[in-house]
């Protein structure tokens, strides 16, 4: 009897987790979108490998312009690393076409539909914990499909309905990428010349 009841608990609270997932996490990822139309924000890259005790940074801007998509610019103190905008990207100067990144179009699609209020996509390549505080809101994804587990081990969103503050995202190596948003003032320039 008490397997059976701690069976049912699991179940129980497997439904209730869903539930939340599927009526909170929409709710609140409406809010957050209704509340970006265009903005700007700095960002602070932090690299971790797991071989090393030191820390890489590198900083840069992105930019959403609702209905239009993201416009990404990363730089080191002093040389341009990685340049996006929304059909090409851009390393060191040389241009390349994003549809040739690797489940680019995938995950490109992923984004749209998330931005839409669809997490249907997102649900099914990852498993997810949502919790909602005081603070605002994070996600902990892990990746349901091979293809993913092989590359990535988890995927940590924190935000409020009105920012995205943070994303911690751990590779299937051990190396951790930290990166963190800060809302600007400045309004950046919609496309970045390689």
């Known amino acids: 009897m008490k397997k ?77 690393v990685f340049t996006s905008t929304l059909k090409t990207y851009c390393v060191n100067g040389e241009d390349k076409q994003l549809n040739e990144l690797p489940y680019f179009n995938q995950i490109q ?5 998330m931005l839409n209020g669809d997490i249907s996509d997102f649900l099914f390549a990852f498993n997810v914990d949502y919790f909602d505080d005081k603070n605002g ?11 993913l587990t092989d590359f990535i081990q988890n995927l940590t969103v924190y935000g409020t309905t009105k920012n995205l503050d943070k994303i911690i995202i751990t590779y299937a190596d051990g190396t951790i990428i930290i990166l963190q948003f800060t809302r600007s003032s400045k309004d950046f320039s919609d496309e970045i010349v390689c």
């Open 4 to 80: 059976f009841l701690a069976i049912l608990t699991i179940l129980f609270s497997t439904t209730c987790l869903a539930q939340q997932i599927t009526n909170e996490m929409p709710k609140k990822l409406k809010q957050f979108v209704d509340n970006l139309e265009t903005v700007s924000a700095n960002f602070t890259q932090i690299k971790i490998l797991p071989e090393s005790t030191k820390q890489f940074k590198s900083f840069g801007y992105v930019k959403f312009v609702k209905g239009t998509g993201f416009t990404w610019h990363q730089t080191k103190p002093s040389e341009t």
């Open 109 to 113: 699609q992923m984004i749209d539909s």
């Open 137 to 147: 809101w994070h996600l902990v994804a892990t990746p349901r499909l091979s293809a």
